[in-house]
């Protein structure tokens, strides 16, 4: 399968302090990539910059480039590289609104007003992140009163709205307990049947689980990057196989 | 040493905050109980929802049902005008300006909720009173609208603080978030902060509402005092523009001074309703 | 500061000499009162220059208004020194207060005024009893009602609240059993009435005769049956509209008090009261 | 198409803004311009002069006045706010008292200060012989700002790490030393500058003095127990009685002036503080 | 040794809600003693009813005697007990004041005034806290301005201003790293030749190397105490067994 998304020479810096040095990585399509490394060492801002959310941020500077098949998005529009790459953050985030409030929100930014087909689409969504039993008939309630693995399932369902290409997900089951991040993961490895996945995470073993491939950051550079399988029983860094034995991090 | 100090501070506080407790309880029961004895000469029910006030006349009658009215009507004109401006400019500030602009705008804000109510009462009789009379053709510009208008200019610091603080609270917290979904400022101002924020909103207006019935110089200056049913370009009286106007020159213990007392003491209910209204709205917020 | 026991010890021991007058009541009185003392104070400062009997305090002479009942009830209760009334005082009322007294100024009228845009005064000078009430009590609510050739405007009328004295005066003078409509514009105070008369053009109140002298020409004053408010007029009692204004006072009077009060009554206290455009006393 | 969509929006914020900023500036410089042109320090200085009294003169016995109703009702407020807060913060140990306490002092704060200047004329003027005078007056506007300097203190106090206070408590000290040494220090600024905001609203209320001790002419005031004359008051007689409107800016724009440094000054103590 | 403090029966309750139930131990003096437990079980609470800190939280209430040398402190003055029992908690709490002025706080309050005096304390303690030669020339300086683990031990060094008996810590070193905490520890061992130590902590392997005795605290009651050694290594319940083996809490 071809490669979805690739950075070159990606460099971000903060008030003039490198975070992220040089960065080369290419992202396959319908896979899930993991990314791990040590608290600090830029895997955040990394995810960030892949959907420039990371200039939100006042004070940041991005060099090199960041190509979403073949296109530089920085080049893009702001809105429709969001459109096409969701982020869902460590923290559940539902909006305070009611669940079917939270899972129009984007669709009718894009235009859609059909009722019919609105309710088609939180359908769909909510069924993917298999959200859809739980919630069917309580969709008028406040999402923030469903428990944290729901929202952060909601969340995701929320990102799928737009009909992304690719799902950034930023440790998204470090607020959930151990059945959620075992529903979640389940989720995760269904969705990488249509949708490209780059998940952050500090759970090595969840990396192990779910990822296809992963990426091991260290002081804002790639130290290793390759199939998660090769990674974890073959590391050929020092620093990569001092961090998988719990050795530092 | 210090510990007969602390004897002394001890005994201090707690002396002088039970006698404040109870000299303001002893506030709120007095009112009471010098309204009371005017419903040994008229009901309840003529004193609410009578039609006329001439406590002086033969035989007097006093009832407060027109300026109750009135009273609420120059106070739901005034939230009725300062909501959409009010709210507006919250999202104007939360999401329009930059944070220096912010920083610049916002005392000027408190600056108008600090103004005192004559200030406001010269301008609504020099300014707008004026321009009703000289523009419009009304045979006095003293009126309802003319109140209602000023008192929406003193009552939109309320309504602006209640909606921007919890519109930055959200805003903060689900920015990244909408932007994640890639739609526009706009799209969250609409779909996201305003719905959310419904409840301050609410807050706010209930808060403001409250501040505009219980104000007394500015509107006492611009509304006419007279105790009539309130139309909107017409003159009317509020309950606190009518204790201003008569206390002076009530007697003690005259059937008009208990009167007065007993339309303070509504209208004191009343913003004790607003109050408690606000207070759980508040809480049902935070929560 | 007990009014009642100072009275006794008022002989002069320094402790409870009281330096302080308190006048309130009629918002027509209150300007002649606050003038009078503030002559008074510059002229004297301290009492001992009044009389060498009192001690060197400071006069402080306190002017508030609130209106005629106001100055009644403020007697009444002890709440200030003297009451400034201008109506008469009801004997109803005098028999509540202990060991009453009063001290008669002068003498004020109502007049009927309007303002000078209005050409009323033109056509029609006069207005009799029948058609002030008519105008006061609504009957009438276009100035074309009252004489055909003016514009079809409404008559705006202005009134002093319940508590003012010249509110009464004119209930009882005039408008007997009728009643003033109720969305009458209340002013506060007789300054504020007669501003409203001079700022709208359709308004129409009884403004303070004193108070047209002092704004000639801006306010004009219509005749009443017949009948001019002159000065002639009011004291011959031809003009019907007229009230005493009085000072009134609860028990015995302090010395100092009493030092004041011969002022006031003195011939320039009247010609003060004069100057002011009111009809003195003397 | 997406951005029409919220060309409404965008069109009533940013107009509500500009009818907020022109509110703002020109209610202003509409009391700035009409007020300070003509102002001298004559009319600073000298007491109301002219017939009617006013039209002449200056205003010097107000501006007096109103300082002085001002010291007494924050005097008299801050005492009673700062003990109830403290005891709220540090000695209640009862949740029921405190929520009592929190309902007496909201209902307070829901008082028309009308009605409040009812109550002061009847209960403080005439009941307790205190006269229409400058404590009857100030204690009407000290529970009128009672509330609001109790409320802000309490944050305050509450905001206070309990940690650190358990810490002093634990080294066996006293509440009070407690209170002198840590706590006071800690939140004097924001306590200060509560006292100075409130202090701006005693300055500019008319109706609790109307009937308790303002009144329209008297020299400055010598006792607590003599009236005064008030800004406020002065103003709406200038303007009610149309004594002189030309005067009537210029006392508005002084009153405004005093309230702005009252109120510079509650921040500038923050800053002085911050500094240090 | 002789025993110094000791409690009989005491129950503790918030809101009606029993908190510590029905706990009896007797603390021996000039010892280290360690009271380990999972989060919530109590331990806070427990420590703070020794010098009666718990009376300050709204809507406790006590049962139960508390012993110290025979007495009952809840028949004693209140400060006076604070007097005899220090305590430092897990944040360390500088006032916002100097060095100097921390130091001094407690002294001047119980009427030491010649400044002489007042040094020769300050000294003697900020050396018994180890922390004399650092600050020495310093003494003027804000004391939040210190690093955490130089306030922690000013926080001890002003506890012991006032010549307590018993010093009670809680969790003194969670918010400490390795290096603060290994001289915090090596403090300890020393201050226990003058006073008598309780220490509350959460870390296992400080209770071992520094406590002579150690209580288990679960659900609000004391399952197990004894000489450290003897419960590390012999635990008698089944609960301690699991608790140290990490099995849960
Ligand atoms: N807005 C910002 N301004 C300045 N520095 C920042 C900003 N955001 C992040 N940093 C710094 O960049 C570095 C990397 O942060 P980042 O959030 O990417 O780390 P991370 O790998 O996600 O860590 P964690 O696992 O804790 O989430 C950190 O040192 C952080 O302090
Ligand atoms: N003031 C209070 N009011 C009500 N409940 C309280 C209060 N303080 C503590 N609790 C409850 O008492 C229980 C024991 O608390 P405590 O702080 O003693 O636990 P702990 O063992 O110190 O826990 P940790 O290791 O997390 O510090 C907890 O369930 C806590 O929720
Ligand atoms: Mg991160
Ligand atoms: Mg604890
Ligand atoms: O002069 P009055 O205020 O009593 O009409």
Known sequence: MGVILETKNLTVSFDNKKILDNINIK???????????????????????????IEEEINSRIFGEILLKGKNIREMDKEQVREKIGMVFQNPTPFPLSIYKNMIYAPVYYGIKDKEQLKGIIEEKLRLAGLYEEVKDDLNMKATKLSGGQQQRLCIARALTVEPEILLLDEPCSALDIKNTANIEEMLIKLSDKYTIVIVTHNLSQAKRIADSTAFIFNGEIVEYGKTKELFENPKNLRTQQYIEGIFG | MYKRLDKIFNIFIKGLTFSSIIMLSFIIIFIMKESISIFEKVSVFEFLLGKEWDPLGQPPSVSIFPMILATIYVSLLAVAIALPIG???????????????????????????????????????????????????????????????????????????????????????????????????????????????????????????????????????????????????????????????????????????????????????ILFLVNMLFHYMKKSIDM | ADKASSNEAASNTEEVFKSQ?????????????????????????????????????????????????????????????????????????????????????????????????????????????????????????????????????????????????????????????????????????????????????????????????????????????????????????????????????????????????????????????????????? | MKKSKYIGIKLWSVLSGIILIVLVLYINSYIFSKGACGLNINFLLDSPKGFPLGTEGGIFPAIVGSVCFTLVACFFASIIAIATAVYINFYCTNKKICGLIHIVIQSTSGIPSIVLGLFGYTFLVVYLNLGISLLSGGIVLGIM????????????????????????????????????KIILPMCFDEIISSIALAGGFAMGATAPIMFTGGIIHAPVPKSLFSPAMALPYHLYILIGEGISIENAYKTAFVLLLLLLALNSFGILVGLLRKEE
């Open chain 3, 21 to 282: 007058i308190l006048f309130k009541g009629s918002s027509t009185l209150a300007p002649v009162i606050a003038k009078i003392s503030t002559d008074f104070i510059e002229e004297y400062k301290t009492w001992d220059k009044v009389n060498k009997d009192f001690p060197n305090k400071s006069v402080d002479i306190f002017v508030s208004a609130g209106g005629s009942s106001a100055g009644v009830k403020a007697a009444m209760d002890g709440s200030s020194d003297f009451g400034m009334v201008s109506r008469a005082v009801s004997d109803e009322e005098k028999d509540k207060i202990k060991g009453y007294q009063e001290f008669k100024l002068g003498v004020d009228a109502l007049t009927i005024s309007v303002n000078p845009e209005n050409k009323i005064y033109e056509v029609k000078k006069s207005l009799s009893t029948e058609e002030i009430q008519k105008i006061f009590s609504g009957e009438y609510k276009y100035w074309d009602e009252v004489e055909g050739s003016l514009p079809h405007e409404e008559i705006v009328i202005v009134t002093r609240d319940l508590g003012g004295g010249a509110h009464k005066v004119f209930k009882k003078k005039v408008m007997g059993d009728k009643k003033v409509r109720e969305d009458a514009i209340q002013a506060p105070s007789m300054g504020a009435l007669v501003t409203k008369i001079m700022e709208n053009k359709n308004a129409i109140g009884y403004a303070s005769y004193g108070m047209v002298n002092q704004n000639a020409g801006k306010i004009v004053p219509l005749d009443v049956d017949g009948i001019a408010p002159t000065k002639e007029n009011i004291v011959s009692g031809d003009y019907k509209i007229s009230r005493p204004l009085l000072i009134i006072k609860k028990g015995e009077l302090l010395p100092q008090q009493k030092a004041f009060i011969d002022v006031l009554l003195s011939e320039e206290g009247m010609k003060t009261v004069e100057k002011m455009g009111f009809v003195p006393a003397k």
């Open chain 1, 27 to 53: 992202i396959e399509e319908k896979k899930i990539t993991a990314i791990i490394g040590p608290s600090g060492c830029g895997k955040s801002t990394f995810i960030k910059s892949l959907n420039r959310m």
């Open chain 4, 145 to 180: 700002i009672f509330p609001f300097i109790e409320v802000r203190v309490e944050k305050a106090l509450g905001e206070i790490n309990n940690e650190l206070i358990y810490a002093s408590y634990a080294l066996g000290v006293s509440k009070s030393y407690t209170f002198f």
């Open chain 2, 87 to 269: 709210v507006g400019s919250a999202v104007f500030l939360t999401s329009i300006l930059n944070k220096r602009m912010r920083k610049i705008l916002k005392p000027s804000i408190d600056l108008l909720a600090g103004l005192p109510s004559v200030i406001y009462g010269l301008i609504g009789l020099l300014v707008f009173v004026k321009f009703f009379e000289v523009h419009f053709d009304f045979s006095s510009g003293e009126s309802v609208l003319a109140g209602g208008i000023i008192l929406s200019i003193m009552i939109l610091p309320f309504i602006i603080s209640t909606c921007d603080e919890s519109m930055i609270k959200i805003c903060k917290q689900y920015k990244s978030t909408s932007e994640g979904l890639g739609v526009s400022k706009y799209h969250m101002i609409r779909y996201l902060i305003l719905p959310a924020c419904k409840k301050s909103i609410l807050a706010g207006v209930i808060l403001a509402f409250g501040r505009a019935m219980g104000e007394t110089m500015a509107v006492m200056m611009v509304i006419g005092n007279s105790p009539v049913f309130p139309k909107l370009f017409g003159k009317a009286q509020t309950i606190s523009s009518l204790i201003a106007l008569e206390m002076g020159g009530a007697g003690v213990d005259s059937l008009h001074y208990h009167a007065l007392f007993a339309a303070g003491f509504v209208l004191m209910m």
